[in-house]
């Protein structure tokens, strides 16, 4: 599980190689020793509470990084109720509204071997969310299915905002996805056109699945979003 600094330029990483836990800050600039070693171990790897409307380019790091990884989850959701409201105690704590991470690929051409399943929870037809399925759709040279759920939804989200109201610019800005229309893909005419712009020159053979996040499948369930489920309703 990885988790986005808002603090920091940085990734929180806890992974389980050979059954044992391990708990890493990452910069992606420099890998140290110890660092490299736990991501030549992961297998798998879930990626929770990315922030909604930033670049996703950051998260192919860990790709590179890891090369026997075999299924990535990845979670983009804006969650007010794990998101501090109060403006003041966002500043004592030194909270930064800057929530995206730089990462530039030293490797122009990066091929992944290993890669079978990707999970993307909080697709929108959005062009970086898209543009972000490509590029790993390019890079995965073997991948064989890649699942896109819509938003995760929860009911202490929208009572949190809405008793927030007397730091509305705040709600806005630490998470405007709360109030935005969902742009998921829900009719097949929809999912067609998103599907043309994803291998579109790349010669992806993965088959492209569009599912409800509240039709999670058994398998995908005990990972996604894992530390945040017991907020969310059915």
Same mark, same amino acid.
């Given at each position: 599980?990885?988790?986005?600094?808002?603090?920091?330029?940085?990734?929180?990483?806890?992974?389980?190689?050979?059954?044992?836990?391990?708990?890493?800050?990452?910069?992606?600039?420099?890998?140290?020793?110890?660092?490299?070693?736990?991501?030549?171990?992961?297998?798998?790897?879930?990626?929770?509470?990315?922030?909604?409307?930033?670049?996703?380019?950051?998260?192919?790091?860990?790709?590179?990084?890891?090369?026997?990884?075999?299924?990535?989850?990845?979670?983009?959701?804006?969650?007010?109720?794990?998101?501090?409201?109060?403006?003041?105690?966002?500043?004592?704590?030194?909270?930064?509204?800057?929530?995206?991470?730089?990462?530039?690929?030293?490797?122009?051409?990066?091929?992944?071997?290993?890669?079978?399943?990707?999970?993307?929870?909080?697709?929108?037809?959005?062009?970086?969310?898209?543009?972000?399925?490509?590029?790993?759709?390019?890079?995965?040279?073997?991948?064989?299915?890649?699942?896109?759920?819509?938003?995760?939804?929860?009911?202490?989200?929208?009572?949190?905002?809405?008793?927030? #109201?007397?730091?509305?610019?705040?709600?806005?800005?630490?998470?405007?996805?709360?109030?935005?229309?969902?742009?998921?893909?829900?009719?097949?005419?929809?999912?067609?056109?998103?599907?043309?712009?994803?291998? #579109?020159?790349?010669?992806?053979?993965?088959?492209?699945?569009?599912?409800?996040?509240?039709?999670?499948?058994?398998?995908?369930?005990?990972?996604?979003?894992?530390?945040?489920?017991?907020?969310?309703?059915?």
């Amino acid at each position: 599980m990885a988790r986005t600094s808002s603090r920091r330029r940085a990734a929180k990483l806890m992974a389980k190689p050979s059954g044992s836990t391990m708990v890493i800050w990452v910069q992606p600039e420099c890998l140290t020793r110890r660092q490299a070693y736990v991501f030549q171990q992961l297998r798998i790897l879930n990626l929770v509470k990315i922030p909604e409307g930033y670049d996703l380019t950051w998260t192919m790091f860990f790709l590179e990084a890891a090369p026997s990884l075999e299924e990535l989850y990845m979670t983009v959701w804006d969650h007010p109720c794990e998101m501090e409201m109060n403006q003041e105690i966002r500043r004592e704590q030194l909270y930064s509204e800057n929530k995206g991470v730089e990462w530039e690929s030293p490797t122009s051409n990066f091929k992944h071997h290993c890669l079978a399943k990707f999970i993307l929870v909080g697709f929108q037809a959005k062009d970086y969310m898209v543009s972000h399925v490509r590029r790993v759709l390019k890079a995965a040279v073997n991948l064989q299915d890649v699942y896109l759920y819509d938003r995760l939804v929860c009911a202490k989200c929208q009572e949190k905002v809405k008793n927030a #109201r007397r730091y509305d610019a705040l709600v806005r800005c630490i998470c405007p996805g709360v109030n935005l229309p969902i742009k998921f893909p829900c009719t097949n005419e929809d999912q067609r056109a998103v599907q043309k712009r994803m291998p #579109r020159g790349i010669g992806s053979l993965a088959k492209i699945h569009f599912l409800s996040s509240n039709k999670i499948k058994a398998e995908h369930w005990p990972r996604i979003a894992v530390d945040s489920l017991g907020a969310i309703e059915d």
